[in-house]
């Protein structure tokens, strides 16, 4: 799961990735999430994960239409980016609900590597 946040206009986007770090979708989704923003110069604040951080630089390369400035939050920080915290706990238990719905639904097990 990947989510954007912008605390301006409190708008929050996400979308599930196939993996962390600089899989194809995952930047191409990125730059058309900043492209549809309208934005001309962005602060892009995370966590200090190493495959975050490659994915960010993969997005700046190739969103040459916006001011990127890269930060990442103090190593164990987790307020500092609290409201993308907050949406991600969020969503992963809208998702773990989901499942648990579909499994019960249709008396199958869902995998957790589905």
């Known amino acids: 799961m990947l989510d954007l946040y912008d605390d301006v206009t409190k708008e929050i986007q996400g979308t599930s990735v196939p993996q962390k770090g600089t899989d194809p979708y ?3 989704w990125c730059v058309e999430a900043f492209r549809e ?3 001309t110069k ?6 200090n994960e190493p495959s975050i951080k490659a994915l960010k630089d993969a997005v700046k390369a190739k969103a040459d239409f916006i ?13 500092s980016n609290a409201y993308a915290e907050r949406y991600q706990r969020i969503m992963a ?3 773990r609900t989901f499942k648990d ?4 639904r249709y008396g199958k097990h869902i995998p957790i590597t589905h």
């Not at 962005?42 to 966590?47: G, V």
């Not at 939050?73 to 307020?79: A, T």
């Not at 719905?101 to 019960?104: C, E, T």
Request: with cysteine; proline share 3%; aromatic share 4%.
């Open 26 to 28: 995952t930047i191409q």
């Open 37 to 39: 923003s309208g934005l």
């Open 42 to 47: 962005c602060l892009w604040k995370t966590d």
């Open 67 to 79: 001011e990127l400035i890269l930060k990442e939050s103090p190593k164990g920080d987790s307020q």
């Open 93 to 95: 238990d809208g998702v």
């Open 101 to 104: 719905m579909l499994q019960h």
